[in-house]
Structure formats: structure tokens, C-alpha cells
């Protein structure tokens, strides 16, 4: 709430009002849209977000038209036991949302959140090879869960995914490769 204050003068639901125009004229060009609250669980500057606050950004964006709705953490902050609250309790109040959950994995809890997610019944995830990323707006935050990862404990869990972890972990060394740094991921 307060970064999209200072950055935009307006609360996330405020914003999210503007979205109606642009909306309409993609769904008009057959163009699939998608929402994301960006700091769904926490945020350095707000701490912990309550239900009610990312509620009130759903009913924005489902009076806008938009129904695939990611719950984000940019910062990093969300912890499983958080998740295991805020998952069935959206999935039950928006029934017709297409729901994406997108873990950053700044204090390391990123696969397990994903993991709380999974038992909540959510079943899309955003990751990425290696674990590149970040969040330019919040500082020192890391990159996105390791797709690798992220495989590896479905694996584990016997989890089908339809993925091959060796292909997606020769794809992450491709990519450390091109960057030229070490990245987050453990696989």
C-alpha cells in the first residue's frame, strides 16, 4: 500500500480502477490479460499485509475484468504458514479467479511457500531458470524461485509436473552461463 502511495499517489485498488480502458480494448483484440498484486504478503514497507487489503485489489481487478490474478511477493517476506492462510481463503471468496502464485526467494523460503500453495490447491507458479531476478524495488531482494528448484521438490514429493528436471537444469547452466554470476538456485 505505501509504495504504491508514493509511487503512484493512490491506493493499489485506486490504480487498478485505471486498468478498465486498457481491458477492454485487449479482451476487444482477443489479448488474454492478467493481474498481479505485487507484494501480496508483505512489503519492507507495510510489513504484513492483511486478507482484507489484498481482497479489496481482487474486487479491483474483477470489476475491471480481469480474473487470472497472481498473488506476488516481490519482497520475498511471505512464509508458509501465511500462505496456508491466504490461499483457501482466496480461493473460496473468488471462485472464478485463475489463480497464479510468484515467490521471490529473498529469505529462502520460496519452494516452501510453493509447497504451502500446492497443499492450499493452488496449482500455477511462476519460477525461473536459475533463480534470475529480482525486484528493482526492493532492495537486495533475490530472484525468483529456481525453476530447477522448485522440479526438484516436486519430484521429490511425487509431484508430476510433466517437467524433466535434467533438461531444466541444463537450461539453468545455460543461463548462469550468459549472465556471468552466480545465482540463487541450489539444484
Not at 493499489?12 to 504478503?41: D, L, N, Q, R, W
Not at 529473498?106 to 504451502?116: D, P
Request: hydrophobic content about 45%; overall charge negative.
Amino acid at each position: 500500500m505505501a509504495h504504491n502511495i508514493a509511487n503512484l499517489n493512490m491506493t493499489p485498488a485506486e490504480s487498478v480502477a485505471g486498468f478498465g480502458a486498457c481491458v477492454e480494448k485487449a479482451k476487444a483484440a482477443g489479448i488474454g490479460i492478467s493481474g498481479s498484486i505485487s507484494m501480496a504478503f508483505g512489503s519492507p514497507w507495510d510489513k504484513e499485509i492483511s486478507i482484507d487489503t489484498v481482497k479489496s485489489i481482487v474486487e479491483a481487478y474483477l470489476k475491471v475484468g480481469v480474473d487470472e490474478i497472481s498473488l506476488s511477493d516481490a519482497s520475498g517476506m511471505a512464509y508458509p504458514t501465511q500462505v496456508m492462510e491466504m490461499c483457501p481463503e482466496m480461493a473460496k471468496a473468488y471462485p472464478e479467479v485463475t489463480w497464479w502464485l510468484h515467490f521471490h526467494n529473498t529469505r529462502g523460503l520460496g519452494v516452501a511457500n510453493i509447497f504451502a500453495g500446492i497443499m492450499s490447491g493452488f496449482t500455477r507458479f511462476d519460477s525461473s531458470f536459475a533463480g534470475v531476478g529480482g525486484c528493482p524495488f526492493v532492495p537486495g531482494a533475490a530472484g525468483n524461485v529456481a525453476t530447477e528448484d522448485v522440479l526438484h521438490m516436486c519430484d521429490e514429493s511425487h509431484i508430476e509436473t510433466g517437467i524433466d528436471l535434467d533438461k531444466a537444469i541444463a537450461i539453468s547452466r545455460q543461463v548462469v552461463q550468459y549472465i556471468h554470476h552466480p545465482t540463487d538456485s541450489y539444484i
